[in-house]
């Protein structure tokens, strides 16, 4: 297993191979997702008092006291009254159990259950690496009857508080006693392209993210919304590093009914701010939504590149014309990205996965391209000769200099006479001058006029 910790700049972070796991299991509601983010110190995982909230296995490297380790927070053991998903649930905490360094089973204070018998007996089988923590013991409450999860033949019991963060400490130091951090090996990684699948709901996201890390690291299902948590998964491709993100489905606000989506939506919108290049799904059955607008917005708005990945392309006839004809009309629709790229892909089959990452790496070296003031100086007098600014009493200016402010996001600033005589048509002007000249063809560009006396 190989995982980073990642520093601000995530184009380079602290890659870690042979880390050790610790696999957070338990049944719904007794505060996985709550310990998950106490451990990590920072909210990761979705927290809601409505069981049954995580679904996909959530990892994330954690450092306690200086030692790196891979913590899983799981899905909870859901024992009866099981729907499909409920199955693929605990069949998925069962097969990342297994491959685990470490379990802390984590229980309720109060009474135990006939579901926590039961699950108890379930984990028999991972009894010497078995931490078993009993949770809600905030003030000493529930305590005296907590003791008697002994009588199911465990040596010790640690009685925490995942919320308060009561005793966290101490459940700490038995974690880094029961592990082995002798084989992790360490090394600074640079120019990690990471990839963040939105879009709406059953859009193919999970399928494609499984197909690309060859791990079934998210629960597919044909039912909408499956995905909760953002599920990261990493991958190599032609000697390239990957990092992929795999959201929740983004629906329209009006449909977002449930607390849990909306936590859902919002981290998946976030997540465009911890990627370099989003992979808009789009069902090729269903064609553009006014919400594949909105999140190609944002994602534009913030710098990010953009693949529109035409997905079940497979399920489409396939005459001559019928991509074409759905390229025009996509272009048709988003009226100033005719720069993003649009390829036709089958995740469930793989058809056009390798040219989406062979965009990707393209389309990662123009984010990380940076011009010299120099160079942009004389491509300025070029475009400057060849459009020359109005020169009407109104709409007279002069654009004096150029910088770029930086890279990933590409930032450019102009530096004029007058700003508010520059027009919107010659900023698109410039912009586009840019993506034609310099060689940002496949990337959005962020353009800002600023005022000079010089």
């Given at each position: 297993?190989?995982?980073?910790?990642?520093?601000?700049?995530?184009?380079?972070?602290v890659r870690y191979s042979n880390l050790p796991t610790v696999v957070l299991a338990g049944r719904p509601n007794v505060g996985k997702s709550t310990l998950f983010n106490r451990l990590l110190r920072k909210r990761r995982a979705i927290t809601d008092p409505t069981p049954g909230v995580t679904r996909d296995?959530?990892?994330?490297?954690?450092?306690?006291?200086?030692?790196?380790?891979?913590?899983?927070?799981t899905g909870g053991f859901k024992l009866a009254d099981l729907n499909d998903i409920?199955?693929?649930?605990?069949?998925?905490?069962?097969?990342?159990?297994?491959?685990?360094?470490?379990?802390?089973?984590?229980?309720?204070?109060?009474?135990i259950t006939s579901e926590d018998e039961e699950l108890i007996g379930i984990l028999r089988p991972y009894r010497k690496k078995l931490i078993v923590v009993v949770n809600k013991t905030e003030g000493g409450r529930h305590q005296a009857d907590a003791w008697n999860i002994l009588t199911f033949g465990f040596d010790k019991v640690l009685m925490i508080s995942a919320e308060h963060g009561d005793n966290i400490g101490e459940l700490q130091q038995e974690i880094?006693?029961?592990?082995d951090f002798s084989n992790i090996k360490e090394r600074q990684e640079e120019n990690v392209i990471r990839l963040a699948l939105l879009g709406k709901p059953n859009t193919g996201k999970s399928t494609l993210s499984n197909r690309l890390t060859?791990?079934?690291?998210?629960?597919?299902?044909?039912?909408?919304?499956?995905?909760?948590?953002?599920?990261?998964?990493?991958?190599?491709?032609?000697?390239?590093?990957?990092?992929?993100?795999?959201?929740?489905?983004?629906?329209?606000?009006?449909?977002?009914?449930?607390?849990?989506?909306y936590y859902?939506?919002?981290?998946?919108?976030?997540?465009?701010?911890?990627?370099?290049i989003v992979v808009l799904m789009i069902d090729a059955e269903e064609g553009l939504s006014d919400q594949d607008k909105k999140i190609a917005a944002l994602a534009h708005d913030k710098g990010r590149g953009i693949i529109l990945a035409l997905n079940k392309w497979d399920t489409m006839p396939q005459h001559k014309n019928t991509f074409k004809t759905a390229e025009d009309r996509i272009h048709f629709q988003f009226g100033q990205m005719e720069y993003a790229p649009i390829i036709p892909v089958s995740a469930k089959d793989g058809t056009g996965v390798d040219k989406v990452l062979n965009t990707a790496v393209k389309m990662y070296g123009q984010l990380n391209t940076f011009i010299?003031?120099?160079?942009?100086?004389?491509?300025?007098?070029?475009w400057l000769q060849e459009s020359p600014p109005p020169t009407g009493p109104r709409t007279r200016f002069k654009v004096k200099y150029a910088v770029q402010k930086s890279a990933n996001p590409v930032h450019f600033i102009f530096f004029t006479s007058r700003v508010q005589a520059v027009s919107d048509s010659y900023v698109s002007y410039l912009r586009n001058k840019i993506r034609k000249d310099l060689g940002f063809s496949l990337i959005p560009v962020l353009l800002e006029i600023k005022s000079s006396s010089k």
């Open positions: 297993m190989i995982s980073n910790l990642k520093n601000p700049d995530h184009s380079r972070a296995p959530v990892e994330a490297d954690c450092l306690i006291d200086g030692k790196p380790l891979r913590l899983i927070d409920d199955k693929l649930v605990v069949e998925k905490t069962l097969d990342t159990i297994k491959k685990s360094d470490l379990v802390v089973l984590l229980l309720e204070a109060g009474e880094l006693k029961r592990l060859g791990i079934n690291a998210s629960i597919v299902t044909d039912i909408p919304g499956t995905t909760r948590d953002t599920v990261e998964g990493r991958f190599k491709w032609k000697m390239r590093d990957f990092i992929i993100l795999d959201t929740a489905g983004i629906r329209r606000k009006t449909k977002v009914t449930e607390n849990i989506e859902s939506v919002n981290r998946a919108i976030k997540t465009i701010n911890d990627s370099d010299g003031t120099s160079q942009l100086n004389q491509a300025l007098e070029r």
